[in-house]
């Protein structure tokens, strides 16, 4: 049996199988295919695979040197399905890009430094740049650290990741249908991409209350609103007929109640999320940020300067936004989140025959 060189890492609150690009057909069928083999996909436990059974463990990075100046090295995220034989690369992921730095150092595509390394990340799915930061004392990346975030136990060293240029970098504009707020089937949304798609809608508006946990919201019912929402608003967003794509996101909001600024529930695209993607939070606070949006009267503003506390089920995500207001609307400068990644594993995964 033929094995592919792979290392398994844990990004942010997410997890994923790591490819250098070479060590991957370069067909995308092919890659594709065998990607969901390595996977385990389809199969809603993926039994006989490296998936955990959840789109936040089924989820693959591929990662090769820049091929343009400007940035050191590509990142393609790929989104597997679970139950369904699915490959999607119309989002890219704030999560797994916490270890893409790390694991290009140590495939040797970027040089370490003597403390900390800065890599320049191009994000081939959006074609934007994101900057990472991470300690490698001595030269050699170490993953441990004081730093926590919600939704992984432990602590373990501190990832910066830096987003800018990221306003519509999917759908072409930072409102892509135009307006802060409009009306889907009845129902108020806000429609932000500032590196991800996000429907942001009120929790009440679809018959919950926000705060209930990931299980709780499993729910049939809640699943097909939820689709029927975000279907609707694809259309608007001119992303065409999304219902066999994991874009937009589509989160609920409500005032929060553990000392946060939000309290959100994410799915992907109708699974509850255990947490919040890590551009999903950017684009829902950006949304926030904005005048009359679905749910700026219920965002607790920090201080200026301050990052916005975002709580979702398994804790919260600290998210700063620097908007640029020398131009008219204002831009977005800079979107920056602080979380951690862990090598998992790194040696040879056996393919499903």
Do not use: W
């Not at 830096?162 to 759908?171: P, Y």
């Not at 066999?244 to 109708?270: E, H, M, N, Q």
């Not at 509850?272 to 993607?277: Q, V």
Request: with cysteine; hydrophobic share 40%.
């Amino acid at each position: 049996m033929t094995g592919v060189r792979c290392m398994l890492m844990r990004g942010g609150t997410s997890k994923g199988a790591y490819f250098l690009a070479e060590d991957l057909p370069a067909d995308p069928a092919a890659r594709d295919d065998l990607l969901l083999r390595i996977m385990g996909t389809p199969d809603p436990r993926q039994i006989d695979g490296l998936g955990g059974a959840q789109p936040v463990t089924s989820k693959v990075a591929i990662i090769s040197a820049a091929t343009e100046p400007g940035h050191d090295i590509d990142y393609l995220f790929l989104q597997l399905g679970v139950e369904e034989a699915t490959v999607s690369d119309r989002q890219t992921c704030g999560n797994l890009l916490a270890g893409v730095g790390q694991f290009a150092a140590e495939r040797g595509l970027v040089p370490a430094g003597p403390e900390r390394t800065t890599v320049r990340v191009r994000l081939l799915n959006t074609g934007t740049i994101a900057v990472s930061t991470f300690a490698t004392p001595g030269g050699e990346v170490d993953y441990g650290g004081d730093t926590a975030i919600s939704g992984v136990p432990g602590t373990a060293a501190p990832v910066e990741l830096d987003f800018t240029e990221t306003e519509g970098s999917v759908c072409g504009s930072l409102l892509p249908t135009g307006h802060v707020r409009d009306d889907v089937g009845g129902i108020a949304v806000s429609c932000v991409d500032n590196g991800m798609p996000v429907v942001v809608a009120l929790a009440e508006d679809l018959g919950v209350t926000g705060y209930e946990d990931v299980d709780e919201l499993a729910d049939p019912a809640l699943a097909q609103r939820i689709d029927a929402l975000r279907i609707e608003a694809g259309k608007l967003m001119g992303l065409g007929d999304v219902s066999g794509s994991s874009v937009p996101k589509t989160t609920l909001v409500a005032a929060p109640r553990d000392g946060g600024a939000i309290c959100t529930r994410t799915f992907i695209p109708v699974k509850p999320h255990p947490s919040i993607g890590v551009l999903g939070g950017v684009s829902v606070v950006t949304a926030l940020l904005l005048d009359g949006a679905v749910g700026r009267d219920l965002l607790r503003a920090p201080a200026d300067g301050e990052p916005v506390q975002i709580e979702h089920p398994s804790g919260k995500l600290a998210v700063g936004i620097e908007f640029d207001t020398s131009v008219t609307p204002p831009r977005i400068r800079r979107s920056t989140v602080i979380r951690t990644a862990r090598k998992l594993f790194d040696g040879t995964v056996f393919p499903r025959p």
